[in-house]
């Protein structure tokens, strides 16, 4: 069977290509902290390859002959939420399913799990892991995958029966416990469903030693897995196509591998195993993952909705200068790999989300638009973008029906830049592409519109700000901004967008159209 590159679920390495777990994660100092009996916690975004990860250290583990080490994944006892018992059932149980699979010369779990769990239902994953300790005949080792899906007293319950057994290790309780999940321990909140208090995981589990973050791939590790499939098939990937590949994920695992089997495994082109993989075909790929929405990209379009991800994510789209964000939202949005710090703050983990960001919270409208734009009214003769035309009409749209469309978002404050992105969004559906800038704290959003029409490429760009304080000041800055922004992409005209969202304020006053030149760049001003 011809291996392929794997989008869903642990990694087999008789179907898959793969990166060694060596490579991914710092395995000495795993070893040496299980060494040391150490409890400790290893996180990284979704679709990172966690599991792949812990799967090959049990394997790893159990082969050394120096431990018997279990992998388990409690996600299946979120179902229940706040129920202890039944939640505690349901992790006996599959701990008692797994020693069959991985363990089968063990009946020690499978023979109690039932015992344990009518002694005490709601401390049976602690009696359990006690005998489990006390039977073996190897330290035992124990890897629990999605930890922070269980919610309040349920995820307390666990942390706190592993902390009362921490101190009767390695005879009596594990000698180590690796907690695996999205967040760091730091993160967990221990939020009730009936209105406690919520609790912090750390205090929960003042036992953790440590906290083990899973990196991104690096470039190399790209070209690695890439030439894999060049090794068993003959078919090659440019070295622009792997440089774009990094440009575009980051190094996110799970976009690296959907890119490439999107560009060789679903392309017509690419099936073709003597056509070489080219950085057209990997823009092809990401083009079409995100108009599929994918899982993954569905996922993360989903997160949008919480509190937490949109109190930073909101002032990120706005561009809002406003810095006033809670660490521990920020904190959350990096665990959950939507958001890195970088020298100049925070900004989106890497341009495919940059795109299903702004994307996913104008769907909507971009449908409702469609018969606004989709008439081709503002293409040129030549085939190029009427770009002050369609401004002029964006203007009047804005104008008319603003106040009633952006309600429709949920993120009311960046509104009117997620309306002008819904509009062009239906324009470039057409054949071009958009790319969007911004982040906590800049004050603005950059747009670069790329057009292709004929034999000739087509560039706009445009700069989006929230006027603040006098329109003197905004504009000052506005257009300080739109020259950097110019001059970044090596052009010497643009448009920069003003919004007043100030209700008092006519739109008389509001609507008007200005044109500054300085030092060879020529910037359309429009009010709204």
Known sequence: MEKFFNTSGPIRKDKHYFIPISQRIDLDEILKLIDQEKYFVLHAPRQSGKTTALLELSKILNESEKYKCLYINVESAQAVRENIEQAMLIITQDLARREKIYLPQDNILASNADDCYRRSPASALGLLLTIWAQESTLPTVLLIDEIDALVGDTLSSVLRQLRDGYHERPDNFPQSVILCGVRDLRDYRIESTTGKAPVTG???????????????????????????????????????????????????????????????????????????????LITAAKESLILRRVTHLDQLADKLKEPKVRRVIEPMVSGNLSLDVVQDDIDYVIDLGLVVGTRMGFKIANPIYHEVIPRQLTNINQNLLKSVVDNLWYINADGSIAVEKLLQDFQQFFRENSESWIQRFEYLEAGPQLLLQAYLQRVVNGGGRIDREYGLGRGRTDILLTWPYGTQIQKVVFELKILHGSKKKTLAEGLVQTKMYLDKVGHKEGHLLIFNRNKKISWKQKIYREKHVDKGYKISVWGM
């Open 202 to 280: 750390g205090s929960a589990y003042n036992i953790n030693s440590k906290s083990l973050r899973m990196g991104p791939f690096t470039q190399d590790e790209i070209k690695e897995l890439y030439h894999q499939h060049t090794e068993a098939t003959g078919q090659a990937f440019s070295e622009e196509a792997i440089g774009l590949a990094f440009e575009l994920t980051c190094g996110q695992p799970w976009l690296v591998n959907a890119l490439a089997y999107e560009a060789c495994f679903e392309n017509p082109q690419g099936k073709d195993r003597s056509q070489t993989i080219t950085a057209d």
